[in-house]
């Protein structure tokens, strides 16, 4: 049996020890625990452990955790998956980061609908965290923008009053060489210089978490490593 406490204490331990090599400070990265596919329990016991931001990649799954999880205070979600236009109402509404905008048309949709959002619920609810999600291996299957489009799109962003634009996401593809890492370092430390809102770059995974804060990471988002293997989807 896995126990997520004890991946959590070894995910945070590989982190403290990236952070280290490369003269970082420990609490410039982020944990994203990604809960995609695992129950609810599994999500409750990384919370009980001191985890409270998770990833989230179906929309239907996502929003029966949401739900089912709204009396744990601190909870934060991210949506980490691919964006049908027809889901920004509820992506807009039930979630704090979106890490995975890589169109002008969702950017407004989920502009409009947080606004909404906003408006019903005028207590607590602030702007929606973005990041740009980049295509960075160029891969035909992936979603996400080129790094040519990024400027454009982090403008568009900019301009909406309900979207606060933090920065870019990317998933390399398997085994990518330091040259892709470093492209991203690169244009985040470029859009860094020109937002001052941007202060995130989410890269790395399981796999990756050591490449990706050698190179500026600040936010792993880790499955496998905490919550086990996943049944294929
Ligand atoms: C599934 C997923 C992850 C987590 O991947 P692991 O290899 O299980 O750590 C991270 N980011 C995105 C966008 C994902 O879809």
Known sequence: MINIKDNLDKIKAQITQACQLNNRLVNSVQLLAVSKT??????????????HHFGEN?????????????????????????????????????????HSVDREKI???????????????ESHLTPLN?????????EKTKSGISPEQIFALAEVVNQCDNLTLRGLMA????????????????????????????????????????????????????????FGQRNNK
């Not at 695992?38 to 985890?51: F, N, W």
């Not at 973005?130 to 160029?138: D, K, T, Y």
């Open 107 to 121: 950017a407004l949709r989920l502009n409009d609908h947080r606004k909404d959002a906003i408006n019903e619920n």
């Open 171 to 226: 998933i390399p593809e398997k085994n990518a060489n330091k040259a892709i890492y470093q492209e991203m370092s690169q244009l985040f430390s470029e859009l860094k210089s020109r937002y001052v809102s941007v202060d995130t770059l989410s890269l790395g995974m399981s796999n990756d978490l050591a490449i990706a804060i050698e190179h500026d990471s600040t936010m792993v988002r880790i499955g496998t490593a905490i």
């Open 130 to 138: 973005v990041c740009l999600q980049v295509n960075i291996s160029e």
């Open 38 to 51: 695992k129950p609810i329990e599994d999500i409750e016991q990384a919370y009980q452990a001191g985890q």
């Open 58 to 98: 179906y929309l239907q799954e996502a929003l029966e955790k949401v739900e089912h999880l709204s009396h744990l205070e601190e909870i934060c979600w991210h949506y980490i998956g691919p964006i049908q236009s027809n889901k920004t109402k509820q992506i807009a509404s039930h979630f704090s980061w979106v």
